[in-house]
């Protein structure tokens, strides 16, 4: 098992940045693929980024491509969220989330664990 914690967030006006981070426990965190989600108040939650297992394939949701990005330190057991140029539609709670998977996906879906979530909004 992994146990998840983030942090990192807050307020911040659009166009802003923030970066999030996880901390994982165990010692098999380099066996599992890494996601972020978010869910806005009265929306389902949805994917928003994910990376595998050595950190060398990532994938991102439509929306926020090209203004987040995802990262590892496998020696540190974290993941990372830099978020750039953010918008008022990027306000939700934010959830880091692990699955052990093959070495190169980074799937957007069937996750098994989950942090408590941490929570971002942005000003307009």
């Known amino acids: 098992q992994v146990q998840l914690v983030e942090s990192g967030g807050g307020l911040v006006q659009a166009g802003g940045s923030l970066r999030l981070s996880c901390a994982a426990s165990g010692r098999t965190f380099s066996t599992y693929g890494m996601g972020w989600f978010r869910q806005a108040p009265g929306k389902e939650r949805e994917f928003v980024a994910a990376?595998?297992?050595?950190?060398?394939?990532?994938a991102y949701a439509d929306s926020v491509k090209g203004r987040f990005t995802i990262s590892r330190d496998n020696a540190k057991n974290t993941v990372d969220l830099q978020m750039n140029t953010l918008k008022p539609e990027d306000t939700a709670d934010y959830y880091c989330?692990?699955?052990?998977?093959?070495?190169?996906?980074?799937?957007?879906?069937?996750?098994?664990?989950w942090g408590q979530g941490t929570q971002v909004t942005v000003s307009s």
């Open positions: 990376i595998n297992r050595s950190g060398r394939n990532t």
């Open positions: 989330a692990a699955v052990q998977t093959t070495l190169w996906e980074t799937p957007r879906r069937g996750y098994d664990y």
